[in-house]
């Protein structure tokens, strides 16, 4: 039962001077793009960008090292911080708040702890093909008990946004294309951060972000425009962040884009009618970094005293990093442009999340013997490699190349096969490449016969003694994340020739994937025999992959992004709608003369070193929802975990829909020849949607139902919902 702190937070709020309500809404980051270490070159970058005036860039430079504002802490004008992440700097900073300032308001520490802080687990793309929500809660607990050790109190994580477009380099960062995943990876999420008890020294605030359809930025382009119909809006984008909300979520960030002309960041419909009215929440908005100043130059705000004031009007409470707030709220609200009382909301917003956390109680919640008894612990390191081994997938395995046989001479090759550091993914700021493994390392401790070459060199030599080759590629994760959008998205040329060496020494090739995004490889694979997608895996990386190789872990991940067979096909995504000419083999219908119809792999597509059949589907009404019930078959040699995939289409309603749409899912593990029944519910108000005037309309009529562990590879049934009125489709 979550306490009640209005009294409290009214008397505090009485007590405020003007300026130490505008301090709370500050946020300083140690650099001006939040948590990042900000290099002489990209400070250079920005004031050519204009995104940093020449004073701004004279002033940074005058303090080489990061900038904790004490001064204007203790005078009452910082209210949190965002990106310090060690117990010692942290209670530093907050005994300056609690003991020197006047009325000693504790402050907020925010982190982008998005995989792991310490124990850095599979990127968020990589661990949303486990389709394992237990999974998903247990790594966000063991962030929380690692980070909330070094004394963060709030997460800029989960980020739901669903992202369709492989260009992109954020859809690292989410579950992928499909809205359901996005809402079970975002719910579990917030259940493991924020724990049973917000109040608890080690649970942490979630941050749900990026509110809104960040993900559905034109064209894969980081921070370009996002221009939608209401209707996929509410269908496709929003449902996560709603889900993140009822699940408890205490935070929200909106995202940096518009959305149809309006940047999120001023954005009233958004961030007040729809978050607080519509959805109830009554949590803390904070802004993403220089988000409220940029909307000078999005060309919303004539200048950032005019951001500042439509930002604080559209319901942001905490300004990260621009300054729009401290230096023109108090002005805004002296001249009558904003009332004081938007003001008074902010400021108890802020205070509300900080008695939540319990911090007027226990400002120091952690210190340095926590902290370092905390990292790294066993059981932590335990759930990093089960993550990063259920996270893989297994694209291609002909000829039983995998998995290898023990004692098999290895020869490996690539650069990202030995480098610790490309194992973690993007944002992972807490993490340090010595803790984590790579392949080589992981080789090299169990004894495995290998010989290793980063380019390439000595490769005749290293095949004459080998079995097997493995070809270690894909992107470093400075290719992926933020501000790192690809238009090409094929495999590096250095990448390809390298296999196209090892494939003339005419031994076996692994492919060993590393990447942040679906990749269009069609020549890769068109030219090797077994293809093992790894993602940024984090910490564990080599000991998964190994047991993956050698068989000892049967993998089961299954993509959440459509894998296309070029960038030229983008966005490329599963839950399509079928035109009026669904792309085939004649000429007047939807596709590129150059390009397949199909993608390369499929949603939800995965193998496994067994295989499964799907018999005996079954429908049953029920009255609040449909049960559908299936037979699952182990029908190879080895016990497997068969991810059970439920899709609709609906073939006829008052506006077109998706070809197939997920709405259910199961994890099932199956003995060799062992035979379960999966069952699955799809509830009927899951099968609503919007017609032309924006009306949520249940659906009626025939409905198709496919199962199977793919979108692809399904068997079906179909069930008539509703009255099935004369004028709806024959
Ligand atoms: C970044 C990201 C956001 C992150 C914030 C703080 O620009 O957009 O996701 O939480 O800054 O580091």
């Keep these: 039962m979550k306490k009640d702190y209005e009294k409290q937070i009214r008397e505090l709020c009485g007590k405020m001077t003007l300026e130490e309500k505008v301090g709370q809404l500050q946020q300083?980051?140690?650099?001006?793009?939040?948590?990042f270490e900000v290099s002489f070159e990209e400070l250079l970058d920005m004031m050519f960008?204009?995104?940093?005036?020449?004073?701004?860039?004279?002033?940074l430079m005058g303090t080489a090292e990061q900038d904790f504002h004490e001064e204007d802490l203790r005078a009452g004008k910082v209210g949190s911080y965002n990106g310090i992440g060690d117990a010692a700097t942290i209670n530093r900073l907050q005994k300056i708040a609690v003991e020197e300032t006047r009325l000693g308001i504790p402050l907020l520490f925010g982190y982008d702890v998005i995989h792991g802080f310490r124990t850095v687990t599979p990127i968020p793309l990589a661990e949303s093909c486990a389709w394992d929500q237990e999974l998903w809660e247990r790594t966000a607990r063991v962030a929380a008990e690692e980070a909330t050790a070094a004394g963060v109190h709030m997460t800029f994580a989960p980020m739901v946004d669903v992202a369709k477009d492989a260009r992109w380099g954020r859809i690292s960062e989410?579950?992928?294309?499909?809205?359901?995943?996005?809402?079970?990876?975002?719910?579990?999420?917030?259940?493991?951060?924020?724990?049973?008890?917000?109040?608890?020294?080690?649970?942490?605030?979630?941050?749900?972000?990026?509110?809104?359809?960040?993900?559905?930025?034109?064209?894969?382009?980081?921070?370009?425009?996002?221009?939608?119909?209401?209707?996929?809006?509410?269908?496709?984008?929003?449902?996560?962040?709603?889900?993140?909300?009822?699940?408890?979520?205490?935070?929200?960030?909106?995202?940096?884009?518009?959305i149809n002309g309006v940047p999120c960041s001023v954005?009233?419909?958004?961030?007040?009618?729809?978050?607080?009215?519509?959805?109830?929440?009554?949590?803390?908005?904070?802004?993403?970094?220089?988000?409220?100043?940029?909307?000078?130059?999005?060309?919303?705000?004539?200048?950032?005293?005019?951001?500042?004031?439509?930002?604080?009007?559209?319901?942001?409470?905490?300004?990260?990093?621009?300054?729009?707030?401290?230096?023109?709220?108090?002005?805004?609200?002296?001249?009558?442009?904003?009332?004081?009382?938007?003001?008074?909301?902010?400021?108890?917003?802020?205070?509300?999340?900080?008695?939540?956390?319990?911090?007027?109680?226990?400002?120091?919640?952690?210190?340095?013997?926590?902290?370092?008894?905390?990292?790294?612990?066993?059981?932590?390191?335990?759930?990093?490699?089960?993550?990063?081994?259920?996270?893989?997938?297994?694209?291609?395995?002909?000829?039983?190349?995998?998995?290898?046989?023990?004692?098999?001479k290895l020869g490996i090759f690539g650069t990202l096969a030995a480098d610790r550091g490309q194992m973690t993914g993007a944002w992972a700021i807490g993490a340090r490449p010595e803790d984590c493994i790579s392949i080589v390392d992981a080789l090299e401790a169990n004894n495995v016969h290998y010989q290793y070459s980063a380019d390439g060199t000595d490769l005749s030599k290293i095949a004459s003694m080998s079995d097997v080759l493995i070809a270690a590629i894909g992107e470093t994760k400075e290719e992926s994340g933020e501000a790192a959008s690809r238009a090409d998205i094929t495999l590096k040329p250095k990448d390809m020739e390298l296999v196209r060496a090892l494939c003339a020494t005419g031994k076996p090739v692994v492919a060993v994937l590393f990447n942040g995004r679906p990749l269009a490889i069609p020549e890769l694979d068109q030219t090797v025999p077994a293809i093992v997608e790894a993602w940024h895996p984090g910490l564990y990386a080599g000991s998964a992959i190994m047991h993956v190789l050698y068989g000892i872990t049967n993998p089961s991940g299954k993509l959440t992004t459509t894998f296309p067979a070029s960038a030229g096909q983008c966005p490329m995504y599963y839950a399509h709608t079928n035109t009026g000419r669904p792309g085939g083999k004649s000429k007047f219908t939807s596709k590129y003369l150059d390009a397949p119809v199909e993608p390369l792999y499929p949603f939800g597509y995965g193998l496994s070193y067994t295989t499964y059949a799907y018999e005996n589907l079954a429908l049953e009404k029920d009255e609040d929802g449909l049960w559908v019930r299936v037979q699952v078959r182990n029908t190879g040699k080895r016990a497997g975990e068969e991810i059970v995939q439920c899709y609709v289409q609906m073939p006829c309603a008052k506006r077109v829909r998706p070809v197939r749409e997920l709405k259910a899912f199961t994890k099932t593990a199956l003995e060799p020849g062992e035979t379960k029944q999966a069952e699955l519910k799809i509830a009927y108000d899951s099968l609503g949607y919007y017609d032309w005037e924006m009306n949520w309309i249940p659906y009626e009529g025939n409905l198709k139902v496919f199962v199977g562990g793919n979108v692809r590879d399904t068997i079906s049934a179909e069930v008539i919902l509703g009255s099935m009125s004369s004028e709806m489709c024959e």
């Design 28 to 35: 300083c980051g140690p650099s001006l793009v939040g948590a």
């Design 267 to 408: 954005n009233a419909w958004l961030l007040r009618d729809i978050l607080r009215r519509k959805w109830g929440f009554d949590g803390l908005v904070v802004s993403d970094s220089n988000a409220i100043a940029e909307c000078v130059c999005h060309g919303i705000a004539e200048d950032k005293k005019d951001a500042a004031r439509q930002a604080i009007l559209a319901g942001i409470e905490m300004d990260m990093s621009s300054n729009s707030y401290t230096a023109h709220l108090r002005e805004l609200i002296e001249r009558g442009e904003v009332a004081e009382s938007v003001l008074d909301e902010a400021v108890a917003d802020v205070l509300r999340i900080k008695y939540e956390l319990g911090l007027f109680e226990h400002p120091y919640q952690t210190n340095e013997t926590r902290e370092q008894n905390t990292m790294l612990k066993l059981e932590y390191r335990a759930v990093a490699l089960e993550a990063a081994e259920k996270s893989i997938v297994l694209l291609k395995n002909e000829d039983r190349v995998l998995p290898l046989k023990p004692g098999t």
């Design 49 to 59: 960008d204009g995104r940093i005036s020449k004073e701004e860039f004279e002033k």
């Design 174 to 258: 989410g579950a992928g294309e499909d809205v359901l995943l996005n809402s079970a990876y975002g719910v579990a999420k917030v259940k493991g951060f924020q724990g049973e008890d917000l109040a608890k020294e080690n649970s942490m605030a979630a941050c749900v972000k990026h509110l809104a359809a960040y993900g559905a930025a034109e064209a894969g382009r980081d921070y370009n425009r996002v221009d939608l119909s209401m209707q996929r809006l509410w269908e496709e984008y929003l449902p996560p962040y709603k889900a993140c909300i009822d699940a408890g979520a205490r935070a929200v960030m909106p995202a940096f884009n518009d």
